[in-house]
């Protein structure tokens, strides 16, 4: 936004002057034209509300109080903010959707908050003229959005019947997206009923858009006062078979967590059986792998505990997998001691011709090694010296490798302590210990965190990021605390 003041001055080589107004910070070069042309003080674009021959008469004796402005010069919106100015208000919204004028749609935003009843009127109506074009404009949505919230009645009608038709397009768009969800808030549930009707066209595609999967969350998320269509009819009959493949989506798995958390049980059964029966598939995806966390979380009984049989048959291969081994945090944080017996007694049971056990195995490995830090700082005391005694038997491989270097530091350093577990917090200490052969190594800090050796372990490490667009799955492995 730039406001400018204008002083007198001439310019070498031409004959245009130009003139200051010290009641307004603009000027006109005077060859634009006599007062009374489309550039002068009486102009639609910037005069004051009532453009009448009172203030004609006033700009011909030298006392008018109007803007001047030049075609030359940025809008002065500052001056146009001020409450007693109107200016033509489909002008600044032309500049919107033709140039994608990111300073006019803020302006107007402003102006419907701080204007006149009848500004607010004349504004939106300009608005609901183009309501379409500034719906997909990356400026102009957030203008279309204001108007819900500004709008008479009859104008978000106005721009409810501008959206209809349309839905499908406008869910998909980058921007478009953003409209329809504010609608869906703001529009009666006749308008709203018609607007899910179109959505319900195209439910495959549209379920794992990466637009329209967030007007699918917003579709969960509403509450109707009368009877709600049958979404979920809709939706279970078009996904049948297809759960796995969304909840394997980078925004599937957002829309399926939404199901589980919004819709009655009746609704989101068939989802949750089929997610179930593909279970050791989806724990293994990048992104499904959260949908098994929110089940092992969030769910109801009897599927937690489906879940549990299966993630615990599975323990050792899931422990060392770069996904599924957040389940199995997840369980064992979750599932209280009961279930880190159960999951102690599958890793460490091993086979008579290999003596070495699966949790020597799961300790060694890149994304393993934490769940057995983890249980060392935080289960019970006889299931800390449990897990340790079957280290101590295995300390010359563990030393030996980069990941069970650590489990085995951990257990070395509380030799000689009470128990395993006395410092809680150690694993994030910045204690020290020294090594065979005079180096110095961090015993108690993750890799990666502060006051730890400084490796930086992107996934099952310190950091985990799970974007989804403007939604984010964010986790830190902390293991000082459950």
């Known amino acids: 936004m730039q406001v400018g003041r204008k002083r007198n001055q001439s310019n070498a080589g031409s004959n245009s002057s130009v003139v200051w107004s010290p009641e307004r910070d603009h000027a006109i070069p005077a060859s634009f034209g006599a007062v009374g042309t489309p550039l002068s003080a009486h102009s639609r674009e910037f005069t004051p509300s009532l453009h009448n021959a009172q203030n004609a008469a006033a700009a011909a004796i030298g006392t008018s109080t109007s803007t001047y402005m030049a075609l030359t010069e940025p809008i002065n919106y500052r001056h146009l903010l001020e409450r007693s100015v109107n200016c033509n208000w489909k002008y600044i919204v032309d500049k919107i959707v033709n140039n994608n004028d990111q300073q006019a749609s803020i302006f107007l935003q402003q102006k419907l908050k701080i204007g006149s009843p009848e500004q607010k009127f004349t ?205 199995i945090e997840k369980l064992i944080k979750c599932g209280g001691p009961e279930v880190v017996d159960r999951y102690l007694a599958k890793i460490c049971d091993g086979r008579p011709e290999r003596p070495r056990i699966p949790l020597i195995d799961i300790a060694s490995d890149a994304h393993g090694n934490y769940l057995i830090q983890y249980i060392l700082h935080n289960a019970t005391k006889p299931q800390r010296d449990l897990v340790a005694s079957q280290i101590r038997k295995h300390m010359v491989s563990l030393r030996g490798s980069k990941w069970g270097s650590k489990c085995a530091w951990i257990v070395e350093r509380y030799k000689n302590q009470s128990g395993i577990g006395a410092n809680v917090n150690g694993i994030a200490s910045n204690s020290s210990t020294s090594q065979p052969g005079g180096s110095t190594v961090i015993t108690g800090g993750i890799p990666g965190s502060p006051g730890s050796n400084g490796s930086n372990i992107s996934q099952n490490g310190i950091h985990h990021h799970h974007s989804h667009g403007g939604h984010h799955h964010k986790e830190r492995r902390n293991f000082n605390m459950m």
Not at 247 to 276: M, Y
Request: a negative charge.
């Open 123 to 327: 504004i939106i109506e300009a608005i609901v003229e183009q309501a379409y074009p500034l719906m997909i404009n990356r400026f102009g949505n957030f203008l279309v959005q204001r108007c819900f919230e500004h709008g008479t009645p009859e104008q978000i009608l106005g721009i409810a019947n501008a959206i209809q038709g349309k839905v499908l397009v406008l869910a998909m768009d980058a921007f478009g997206c953003h409209v329809v969800q504010k609608a869906l808030d703001c529009v009666d549930e006749t308008v709203k009923s018609a607007m899910v009707m179109e959505l319900l066209r195209r439910v495959a595609d549209t379920v794992v858009h990466r637009y329209a999967c967030h007007v699918w969350q917003k579709l969960f998320e509403l509450r109707w006062e009368g009877t709600p269509p049958a979404i979920m009819s809709y939706v279970n009959k078009e996904l049948k078979g297809m759960w796995t493949q969304v909840a394997l989506g980078e925004t599937g798995s957002l829309v399926v967590q939404n199901i589980f958390e919004n819709c009655i049980e009746e609704d989101k059964r068939p989802c949750i059986e089929e997610v179930l029966e593909n279970l050791d598939i989806i724990a293994r995806g990048q992104w499904g792998n959260w949908v098994i966390q929110h089940m092992i979380e969030h769910g109801a009984a009897d599927d937690s505990a489906r879940a549990l049989d299966i993630i615990i048959f599975n323990a050792v291969s899931y422990s060392m997998d770069q996904f599924a081994s957040k389940v």
